[in-house]
T-cell receptor, first 110, second 117 residues
Framework: KNEVEQSPQNLTAQEGEFITINCSYS?????LHWLQQHPGGGIVSLFM???GKKKHGRLIATINIQEKHSSLHITASHPRDSAVYIC????????????FGEGTQLTVNP | GAVVSQHPSRVICKSGTSVKIECRSL??????MFWYRQFPKQSLMLMAT?????????EQGVEKDKFLINHASLTLSTLTVTSAHPEDSSFYIC?????????????FGPGTRLLVL
């Protein structure tokens, strides 16, 4: 079993839909990261969370430390949101090294 | 936000040659830099962690003599793939962190696509 698991693996939505991507982890963490990887390969750090909720534009990330679960929400999705979304954790025992989930391929159709 | 660059963005080389990839933090000092490899449809795999002025720490299964890492300054780390073979063809990504704290954001480079013929 992977230490960081994401669901779903693939997600197809229509433009405007509300999207949720889930991440569960099984290790003690100091922070959880949501990353976005574009088709060309470049990676952007969207959020770093250690508790509660963060919002940036149409993106919202939440984390429940007790349940070891995080969600990434996209409101009013747009085709340009199509990308791979990766959940990664900084383990308590590993400093700033990240442990990655497998990623969620999101496709938003116009 | 902070910017990390990589050079080259794409390289094609013959089997047996060595390839150097540079990773630069453009607007901050990177105490720690990470090198990752990503095969198609797979997640990132950490290869090594480098701290400025000290030897890199390699992940299990990564040959340190094949993947030479030099973190010579607070803004530059290099990865040299020595005697490259077709199985080394992959997408190599670096990231940089300003510090060694547990809650440091990592800033990723745009990646280098290596094809070994």
């Amino acid at each position: 079993k992977n230490e960081v698991e994401q669901s779903p693996q693939n997600l197809t939505a229509q433009e405007g839909e509300f999207i949720t991507i889930n991440c569960s982890y099984s290790v003690g963490i100091s922070a959880l990261h949501w990353l976005q990887q574009h088709p060309g390969g470049g990676i952007v750090s969207l959020f770093m969370l250690s508790s509660g909720k963060k919002k940036h534009g149409r993106l919202i990330a939440t984390i429940n430390i007790q349940e070891k679960h995080s969600s990434l929400h996209i409101t009013a999705s747009h085709p340009r949101d199509s990308a791979v979304y990766i959940c990664a954790v900084s383990r308590l025992s590993s400093g700033s090294r990240l442990t990655f989930g497998e990623g969620t391929q999101l496709t938003v159709n116009p | 936000g902070a910017v990390v660059s990589q050079h080259p963005s794409r390289v094609i080389c013959k089997s047996g040659t060595s390839v150097k990839i540079e990773c630069r933090s453009l607007d901050f000092q990177a105490t720690t830099m990470f090198w990752y490899r990503q095969f198609p449809k797979q997640s990132l795999m950490l290869m090594a962690t480098s701290n400025e002025g000290s030897k890199a720490t390699y992940e299990q299964g990564v040959e340190k003599d094949k993947f030479l890492i030099n973190h010579a300054s607070l803004t530059l780390s290099t990865l040299t793939v020595t005697s490259a073979h077709p199985e080394d063809s992959s997408f190599y990504i670096c990231s940089a962190s300003p510090g060694q704290g547990f809650q440091e954001t990592q800033y990723f480079g745009p990646g280098t696509r290596l094809l070994v013929l």
